[in-house]
């Protein structure tokens, strides 16, 4: 999967409609203070875990966000988010470009979620942003013995105070609080499930609550217009029959009309000159005449028979061509005379039964005829489009009814009014084994404080909260590949300490042990900030890699660098480099630094 285009508006300080483009790779989004990296990682969470978005007085009623995104197929899908009612509709681009609903439950599979249906959500983790870092939880900072001399009073007192079955005690109600916090993120994974059928069905009920309605505007105008005369079924089949047959009788006579209007023009353009009005006429005669007198005064027959015969030829053209326009007008003359039968014949059927059809209406009950034909009119068009609306409404339903719809709805609202309560209380339980783990700790602590003087050469043993491991869908997937864990957070380690630390080690409860050169060095119960940062941070990323290994979920890392000096956070970032080669990652930082050209960089 592949982020392609985040856009925000009304958020916090995105005030404007602002596009955050992506790429495959490694994605730096560089950003001073108040430029809103956070509040896109907060949006991201918000659109792929669901839950309410922090800082919700800032969020406007019309603030929205869309996600553009590639599945792991190689299509293209939009994710939407409305802030305001906190609906969410996802989409898919189709062939020509646009982007159409898209239902996951019918496909199947939610693009968003590649992993099998058995395999815990990913999300939580690769989202992760800046709440895994232990120096922004107020973590300790590095043994000292003074720090040593005062656990070792405290363990004392403990001790002789019957400490241990305090301690004993806490651990256990904390175990039994222990999976509230998991249990709270996995509710609001189903939450998010909810609110996305919920919006699909909601958006179902609408559009068929909206059908109904005109169905039933419709069924009363019916009736009104049925009520405004008393016209039988088979009057108003009549009625319809005869609207049809006028309507084929006006193409028909159109066609008519026009076929009279082309002979009228073939006969305006033939020639209306008669045989006297011909000069070929005059000119055949008046040689004839000659050439008869001609004879008669010289005798000259071989000329005279020459002249004659070409004034009769001239004669014989002339009457031929008057005969010919004769006929042809008598032709068109005869055409038009057919066509105004036929159209006679065609009127005088129709004429008939419009008579019938008039006195019937009458007596019907309407005020004109006319008002009888507009409410045939209207009652056509009512028809056609009820029956356009029971298309449109077995379409929206999709095979089910508008009763149980509205009973999936029902249901649906209490699942997630009971997925709330369940949620909020699993929030309190989780708060309150928050507290718990942090008292354990401190009694630990005091109860097994850490000697004064030199950790063994090769060996560190560090005591932090292993709190990326505290989910059990994680703890159950990452168990039968500790090894690989192991490896692979030690080969962060080692990269990002340039070699100061070569392997780390995790026991059952996921508690890291460090080994290295490093001889007469005490470190304590508590690392420093910048070195318990590296070690948390080479633990998440070997954590990724192990239950991701394929790269199927983008990474979006929130300020990874706040406490890291110039040297470690060089090697942070090219161990993220490496990791781009695989997945893709979001760096949201302020730390400018110098990038390769082949990273995507987006400046807020």
Not at 76 to 103: N, Q, V, Y
Not at 148 to 162: D, F, I, P, Q, Y
Not at 559 to 567: H, M
Not at 592 to 601: A, C, R, V
Request: net charge negative; charged share 25%.
């Amino acid at each position: 999967m592949t982020f392609l285009e985040l856009a925000i508006k009304g958020v916090r300080n995105f005030t404007e409609f602002t596009r955050v483009p992506l790429s495959s790779g490694l994605n730096t989004v560089y950003g001073g203070n108040q430029s809103g990296k956070t509040t896109l990682w907060q949006v991201l969470r918000v659109m792929l875990m669901g839950g309410r978005q922090r800082g919700a007085e800032d969020v406007a009623e019309w603030g929205q966000a869309a996600l553009t995104f590639r599945d792991a197929d190689g299509e293209t899908f939009s994710l939407a988010h409305h802030f305001g009612d906190g609906r969410s509709k996802l989409a898919r681009r189709e062939a020509d470009g646009s982007f159409k609903p898209f239902d996951p439950t019918a496909a199947g599979q939610h693009p968003l979620h590649p992993h099998p249906a058995n395999a815990p959500n990913l999300w939580p983790l690769c989202l992760g942003g800046s709440r895994w870092l232990p120096s922004l939880q107020s973590l300790g900072q590095e043994g000292s013995p003074a720090d040593a001399e005062r656990a070792m009073a405290a363990n004392s007192a403990l001790a002789g105070a019957g400490a241990l079955e305090v301690v004993n005690a806490r651990l256990s109600q904390l175990d039994s609080l222990g999976g509230a916090a998991n249990q709270a993120r996995q509710l609001e994974t189903v939450l998010a499930e909810c609110y996305a059928r919920r919006a699909l069905l909601a958006e179902r009920r609408d559009k068929t609550r909206a059908i109904i309605r005109e169905r039933a505007q419709l069924a009363e105008k019916r009736a009104a217009l049925a009520a405004a005369g008393t016209l039988s079924a088979n009057d108003l089949d009549e009625l319809v029959r005869y609207l049809e047959d006028e309507a084929a009788h006006h193409a028909q006579r159109v066609r008519l009309d026009q076929t009279l209007v082309t002979r009228e023009d073939e006969l305006e353009a033939v020639p209306r000159t008669t045989l006297l009005r011909r000069p070929t006429f005059h000119l055949g005669w008046l040689t004839t005449a000659a050439t008869g007198g001609l004879f008669q005064v010289f005798g000259l027959y071989p000329a005279v028979m020459g002249v004659g015969t070409l004034g009769g030829v001239l004669l014989a053209v002339a009457i031929s061509r008057d005969l010919s326009l004769r006929n042809r007008r008598g032709r068109i003359l005869a055409t038009m005379r057919r066509l105004r039968q036929e159209m006679d014949a065609l009127d005088k059927p129709l004429q008939d039964r419009y008579r019938d059809l008039l006195a019937n209406l009458e007596q019907a009950g309407f005020a004109s005829p006319r008002a009888a034909f507009t409410a045939c009119d209207r009652l056509r068009h009512l028809v056609e489009r009820e029956a356009a609306l029971e298309r449109a409404l077995e379409a929206a339903l999709d095979g089910d009814t508008p009763d149980a719809v509205e009973a999936e709805l029902e249901a649906l609202d209490q699942r997630i009014h009971g997925v709330q309560e369940s949620h909020a209380r699993l929030h309190t339980a989780g708060a309150d084994a928050a507290q718990l783990a942090r008292e354990r700790d401190s009694l630990q602590s005091a109860l097994h404080p850490p000697r004064a003087g030199h950790a063994p050469a090769g060996r560190l043993d560090i005591s932090i909260e292993p709190h990326l491991v505290d989910n059990p869908a994680y703890r159950e997937a990452l168990d039968p590949q500790r090894e690989r864990y192991c490896r692979r957070a030690g080969e962060f380690l080692a990269h990002f300490t340039a070699g100061e630390f070569t392997a780390l080690e995790v026991n059952g409860s996921y508690y890291p042990t460090l080994h290295g050169e490093h001889p007469g060095r005490h470190v304590g119960a508590s690392p420093g900030s910048g070195m318990a940062d590296l070690i948390y941070l080479a633990q998440y990323l070997a954590m990724v890699e192990t239950l991701d290994p394929q790269g199927h979920y983008p990474m979006v890392l929130d300020e990874p660098f706040l406490t890291l000096d110039a040297e470690r956070r060089d090697l942070v970032y090219s161990a993220l480099q490496d990791c781009a080669r695989k997945r893709q990652v979001v760096l949201l930082t302020c730390q400018k630094f110098l990038t390769s050209p082949s990273d995507h960089i987006v400046l807020l």
